[in-house]
């Protein structure tokens, strides 16, 4: 997971296939806690075999349509895949009460453990502190307001958000997206979470 915007060059017109992974699903896939990759760009060779991943770049360099490319990807992860680790159960615990709308000293108090120690659990588990990880997942709402076809004014989307006022959101959107709603509305992006720049 990430709390800042991911900047990246394409220099041509490929294609390419993204992974969006939940939660204790990537320690099995790519060996380390999530808490290592973390607000990092890692290069996919640097975790699993390059012999693997050069036969995986010529079959969908071989493969134009998009479904055919993603069943490659299935079959590839599914290879790798050992045992699925297991979220401890304090930690599926907060992210469910977490979508509820559950405040974090709420959600550690729940758990029976210390806020400090719920927070690195959490954050060795999941990626990101229990606040940041509340804020990033806002933050996907209000893009997925923003994308969608009746569009609301921003100082509503604030508000039905839980934001402060549209000051706030407009800081916290710049912060995760490098950019402000505004202009984030005028390019609308086809993918809500990838912008061309």
């Known amino acids: 997971m990430r709390s800042r915007p991911l900047l990246k060059e394409r220099p041509d017109s490929r294609a390419t296939v993204g992974l969006l992974l939940r939660q204790g699903v990537g320690d099995p896939l790519t060996g380390v806690p999530a808490g290592a990759l973390a607000e990092a760009h890692t290069r996919l060779a640097d975790l699993w075999p390059a012999a693997a991943l050069s036969a995986l770049r010529e ?82 709402r209000v893009l997925d307001r923003l994308s969608a076809c009746q569009p609301a004014q921003l100082a509503d989307i604030a508000a039905a958000e839980g934001y402060a006022d549209q000051a706030h959101m407009s800081r916290e959107f710049r912060a995760f997206a490098g950019l402000s709603p505004g202009r984030y509305r005028r390019i609308a992006p086809r993918q809500p979470h990838h912008v061309p720049l």
């Open 59 to 140: 079959r969908l360099e071989e493969v134009p349509a998009l479904a055919a490319r993603l069943d490659l990807v299935e079959s590839f992860l599914a290879a790798l895949w050992g045992a699925p680790s297991r979220l401890s159960p304090e930690v599926a615990h907060a992210l469910a009460r977490f979508d509820q709308g559950t405040g974090v000293a709420q959600v550690a108090a729940e758990c029976d453990w210390s806020h400090r120690h719920f927070a690195g659990r959490f954050r060795e588990a999941v990626g990101l502190g229990p606040k940041t990880y509340c804020r990033v997942r806002r933050f996907g």
